[in-house]
């Protein structure tokens, strides 16, 4: 054949092949040359740019999902500011073409840029990886309870995900919980994993010792002096004293009680003079010389019983407190009492004994007391002032021990007064001083403080954390076991997991069986979600002890209300009766104290619901009107509540007829959307109406989407307001922008948006500094239209309701509250407009809530609009259409759904209008 010629006649076997001359390896070469800057090292240095691996350090200690920038090397603290590398744009280009928004957003977070990462990641499809590098830059904006919420969610999807292992060892520890950033760090090191196992290891080795040598050095002090208290004869340690004053100061005044003599006394001086100049008083040493001059022929025995006393824990006899009396011994009568919660004595004997004593620290402890007997007495705003008041003389007096002590006890009943912000900030100042005096108990009970803080506000991950961290410092002490175990139910049960709250109350009751008023409480809930047949017998066990001891009023009715909860299970018409009791001893109350204000409102809830639940639908519209303090309605309306899983809504149609829908399948919480709540074929009663007036019983009544936006309706508060004059006031457009707030909330100002002028009347704007309060409230008086541009901020020490930060008073007052706007008429019966973010917007688990739109329409205001989201600044245009709508005769409800659906048609991106609430 000729192809197998070289030429005529000649063959190729046997003979070498010709040479290939350069021309012909060009095709050969190309596609290598593609692979090899693919993956060779053009890719490399691609990579490097993107990733930033071209150093034997990584730039970021948090790790990323995407592999090729997730490659070990150690980690290592800048000595100074690193300046900022420019991110690659030209190899970003090249990940956008490919679509990979991953890609883009994780060389962002190495490139210290995580709100661009966020924006990335926001249009990348949905994956636990998208999840966990979402959480990275979070954590970069240490917003850590976001984070930590995000990885939790994450890691019970996939518990094993390596990333998100690490950055929730890395958020926990950001947050101070050292001992449970360890133990993740041993679920990294177990994975096995080359370089990341060893550095998990090594971090959570350092963490522990940390640990392990703060809580040693300070149990080694308490021991010490508490021993010293039992036995005269130890030595006395000035060095412990020296590194931990707080806990050496609150025992040392047992060694001067239980001191045998007037010789001991001498031996303690040198102690008293070093904490009383790391105080810096003299007031322990004057203390320590006064009792040596005491005759220890009489006092001697006396200081033996009360040694006894200390040792085995035991409160006082009468008996013993009579002879105290009677003996002059002023500082073991004072011991003997606060050893004695439930003594009773002489009008005034601890503040005279205090007095006389004239030392702050007694005088603090005093104070401390007598807020405890008030809160048991149902005085609770006299309590909150004395604490208040304590803690500023705790300050000027810097004793610090003590104020980390009151911080907690303030945050104890911000919490229990449903003020959050204020608990969270208090308990995190006691925590911060409690740490860095060393002082391990009082930091421990701040961490109790900060999960309550955490609970109510439906803040679970973090809850569950804290919580943690303190059973992690204590594992094998009983109390602390089932103080943990039984909060951890209550979170479980917040999350409708009612299996798993059963396995925490178990576990809270592994070593000590009562499980308190907050057991109590669950077991009635899991009775009727998981129940057992000794659940009644404990419930009414756990009652049956909180009856025995001394407790607030509030607590009183919330363990009454869990009794009526549990006669429901068995007889509606007796359940209904302890409930109505409850509603009728709580009105009295209601001022005083948050506590009969949730036993309250829960039992409204569960009269509501539990009527749903045997279709007793016509009941529901008078429970909830009456809660809601507004008028049954008749026609044209929707009732709504819910408790737990449980939700009952009921419609009544333009006839009056009674359609209702009780629901017990919801497996999770309720979101801030309540779409869907409201089944079609009870929507269909009310498609009819003109519109709709919605009463909605807490928490239902500050979220969105109860009905769809194409009818409509506003939620319906009650007014203390008398009914609007026949004369108006002349028409009168006010404007609060551009407002001057203090510099210390670090707000920017708003302007007001790009609108047409008000369509009549005059025109009052306030702004800048102008815009006070005082002012503020003046001028509403007397406007027809309000128009609020100026930041919604929380702050509960001075209000329940989000307040509108102002410019600040004379005296630096500078929120416009809910409370303020209690006390003033607002004559013209205005449309109000607030422009502030997310004013609507409410913790969301509150069984009360008190809003600014509540207390708008409570002054007098005719209509209050307000959004539970961050609206644009294109909403000027929006709320403009709303107001001419009105103006021109259309009712608040109806204008507010035409403008509504009008957006909906014609602008792009603008659901936001869906989440605007009416409230009239």
């Given at each position: 054949m000729a192809g197998e010629l070289d030429a005529p006649g000649q063959s190729k076997r046997g003979r070498r092949a010709p040479r290939l001359r350069a021309w012909h390896l060009i095709p050969l070469l190309v596609f290598p040359a593609i692979l090899i800057a693919r993956s060779g090292p053009l890719a490399d240095r691609h990579a490097e740019v993107l990733w930033l691996t071209d150093t034997r350090t990584r730039p970021l200690e948090a790790r990323l999902s995407v592999?090729?920038?997730?490659?070990?090397?150690p980690f290592a603290l800048p000595r100074e500011e690193r300046p900022s590398i420019a991110v690659p744009l030209r190899e970003l280009a090249r990940l956008e073409e490919d679509g990979d928004r991953a890609g883009i957003a994780a060389s962002y977070l190495l490139h210290g840029d995580p709100q661009q990462a966020l924006a990335h990641l926001s249009q990348a499809p949905a994956s636990v990886n998208r999840d966990n590098d979402q959480a990275v830059a979070?954590?970069?904006?240490?917003?850590?309870?976001?984070?930590?919420?995000?990885?939790?969610?994450?890691?019970?999807?996939?518990?094993?995900?390596?990333?998100a292992l690490w950055n929730r060892a890395l958020v926990l520890r950001a947050m101070g919980l050292h001992l449970l950033a360890a133990s993740v760090f041993d679920e990294v090191a177990r994975l096995g994993e080359k370089g990341w196992s060893t550095e998990a290891r090594e971090n959570a080795a350092a963490l522990r010792a940390s640990v392990a040598q703060r809580a040693s050095s300070w149990k080694r002090t308490q021991s010490a002096f508490t021993r010293l208290a039992q036995d005269a004869h130890l030595p006395i340690p000035l060095e412990e004293a020296r590194q931990h004053p707080g806990i050496a100061r609150g025992l040392y005044y047992d060694a001067v009680r239980t001191a045998p003599s007037a010789a001991r006394l001498t031996e303690l001086l040198p102690l008293a003079q070093t904490l009383d100049r790391i105080h810096g008083d003299t007031a322990l040493e004057a203390h320590t010389r006064t009792i040596a001059t005491r005759d220890f022929n009489r006092r001697a025995p006396l200081a033996a019983e009360y040694a006894r006393l200390v040792r085995e824990r035991q409160p006082a006899s009468e008996e013993f407190l009579t002879r105290l009396r009677g003996s002059g011994e002023y500082d073991l009568l004072l011991g003997a009492r606060l050893l004695t919660p439930n003594a009773k004595g002489p009008q005034g004997e601890l503040e005279r004994v205090a007095q006389a004593w004239n030392d702050p620290w007694i005088a603090l402890l005093v104070q401390d007391e007598l807020a405890r007997q008030e809160d048991l007495a149902g005085e609770s705003w006299q309590a909150g002032q004395r604490l208040k008041a304590a803690l500023t003389a705790c300050r000027e007096k810097n004793l610090r021990p003590r104020c980390a002590e009151l911080l907690r006890k303030m945050s104890h009943r911000a919490t229990s007064a449903n003020r959050l912000s204020e608990a969270e900030e208090t308990a995190r100042a006691s925590w911060r001083e409690a740490q860095s005096m060393g002082e391990w108990e009082l930091e421990s009970a701040a961490l109790r403080a900060l999960a309550q803080a955490a609970r109510f506000q439906f803040r679970i991950a973090s809850a569950r954390a804290y919580l943690a961290e303190y059973l992690a410092r204590a594992p094998d002490t009983c109390e602390v076991k089932n103080y943990t175990y039984r909060n951890l139910a209550a979170l479980e049960l917040m999350r409708l997991r009612p299996h798993e709250a059963r396995r925490a109350l178990l576990q809270a009751q592994t070593c000590q069986p009562t499980v308190g008023l907050i057991g109590a409480w669950i077991l009635a809930d899991l009775m009727r979600l998981d129940r057992k047949p000794e659940d009644e017998a404990q419930i009414r066990a756990e009652l049956d002890r909180v009856r025995a001891t001394r407790e607030t009023p509030g607590r009183q009715l919330l363990a009454r209300l869990v009794e009526a909860r549990l006669e429901l299970l068995k007889n509606r018409a007796t359940g209904n009766k302890l409930l109505n009791g409850v509603i009728r001893d709580a009105e009295p109350l209601m001022a005083l104290d948050s506590d009969v204000r949730d036993a309250s409102a829960v039992a409204y809830q569960t009269l509501a619901v539990t009527a749903g639940e045997v279709d007793a639908f016509t009941e529901v519209p008078g429970v909830v009107a009456r809660q809601l303090g507004v008028k049954p309605p008749t026609q044209c309306a929707l009732v709504a509540a819910m408790e737990t899983e449980r939700t009952v809504v009921v419609a009544l149609g333009p006839r009056g007829q009674v359609l209702g829908h009780y629901d017990a399948t919801r497996k999770e919480p309720l979101g801030e959307d309540l779409t869907g709540l409201v089944p079609e074929k009870v929507l269909a009663a009310l498609r009819a109406c003109p519109q709709v007036d919605v009463l909605a019983a807490p928490p239902l009544d500050s979220r969105s989407g109860l009905l769809p936006p194409e009818m409509a309706w506003s939620y319906r508060v009650a007014s203390t307001a008398a009914s609007p004059q026949k004369k108006m006031p002349s028409p009168l457009h006010l404007m609060i922008a551009n407002v001057e707030t203090p510099a210390g909330l670090g707000l920017a100002r708003l302007s007001s948006w790009d609108t047409t002028p008000a369509p009549i009347g005059?025109?009052?704007?306030?702004?800048?500094?102008?815009?006070?309060?005082?002012?503020?409230?003046?001028?509403?008086?007397?406007?027809?239209?309000?128009?609020f541009h100026a930041h919604g901020v929380v702050d509960r020490s001075l209000s329940e309701a989000p307040v509108i930060a102002l410019a600040p008073e004379y005296d630096g007052r500078y929120?416009?509250?809910?409370?303020?706007?209690?006390?003033?008429?607002?004559?013209?019966?205005?449309?109000?407009?607030?422009?502030?973010?997310?004013?609507?917007?409410?913790?969301?688990?509150?069984h009360q809530t008190s809003s600014l739109p509540q207390a708008f329409v409570g002054a007098g205001a005719r209509a209050v609009f307000a959004a539970t989201v961050d609206i644009p600044d294109s909403a000027g245009r929006f709320f403009q259409g709303v107001r001419e709508r009105i103006h021109g005769g259309a009712a608040p409800a109806?204008?507010?759904?035409?403008?509504?659906?009008?957006?909906?048609?014609?602008?792009?991106?603008?659901?936001?209008?869906?989440?605007?609430?009416l409230y009239e």
């Open positions: 592999a090729t920038a997730d490659v070990y090397r979070i954590f970069l904006l240490k917003r850590h309870d976001e984070a930590l919420a995000q990885l939790d969610t994450l890691l019970e999807t996939a518990p094993r995900h390596p990333q005059a025109s009052l704007e306030l702004s800048g500094a102008q815009a006070t309060p005082s002012r503020v409230l003046e001028a509403m008086g007397r406007a027809t239209d309000i128009e929120a416009l509250t809910s409370e303020a706007l209690k006390q003033i008429r607002l004559e013209g019966a205005p449309v109000v407009l607030l422009g502030a973010c997310s004013a609507a917007r409410l913790p969301p688990l509150l109806v204008a507010l759904r035409a403008e509504r659906l009008r957006w909906l048609r014609e602008v792009k991106s603008a659901p936001w209008v869906t989440r605007v609430l």
